[in-house]
């Protein structure tokens, strides 16, 4: 119980950190490069599967894909592009911060619960996984959606010249 308490202490202060970052984030333009950075360094955790405490059966990492996938619907339909000074924006949601929080929430329910199933690394592993497969989607949304916007503010000063 107490790594249970010392993970979601940790893992809370860690969503706060990622509020924040994202908050300044918001004040500069964005680029493709920015969109694709977070899941590519997220990715290194992966790493974490080397070590057999991590490990989990497919079945699972399939399971916490796809909830992942589909907690992203969420972010995607909240988040939006905006174009500013012919600059594209990537602009927070204000359900960001309850959406971070609420999984936080579900998070150390579904440690209390599962821990009982599964051992607390693969428990990690597990929840590493769910939020791999939410950012990665939401990123890859976010970057078809700034590759549309990009070209409509391409065409648009075009037909200014």
């Not at 860690?14 to 977070?38: G, Q």
């Not at 079945?59 to 600059?87: H, P, W």
């Amino acid at each position: 119980m107490t790594l249970v308490i010392i993970s979601s202490v940790f893992a809370l202060i860690m969503m706060v950190m990622i509020a924040i970052f994202r908050v300044k984030s918001a004040e500069k333009a964005t680029s493709k490069t920015r969109i694709l950075l977070p899941p590519l360094f997220m990715s290194t955790g992966s790493f974490m599967f080397l070590f057999p405490y991590f490990r989990i059966d497919i079945s699972q990492a399939l399971e916490a894909l796809i909830v992942g996938i589909i907690f992203s619907g969420l972010l995607i339909y909240t988040s939006r592009l905006e174009v500013i000074d012919d600059q594209i924006y990537l602009k927070p949601s204000k359900a960001f911060i309850f959406i971070l929080f609420g999984l936080i929430i579900l998070r150390t329910i579904a440690k209390v619960f599962i821990g009982s199933k599964v051992t607390i690394g693969e428990t990690g592993g597990i929840f590493f996984l769910l939020g791999f497969g939410m950012i990665f989607t939401w990123r890859i949304a976010m970057l078809l959606k700034y590759i549309r916007l990009e070209k409509k503010l391409k065409k648009k000063v075009h037909s200014s010249l």
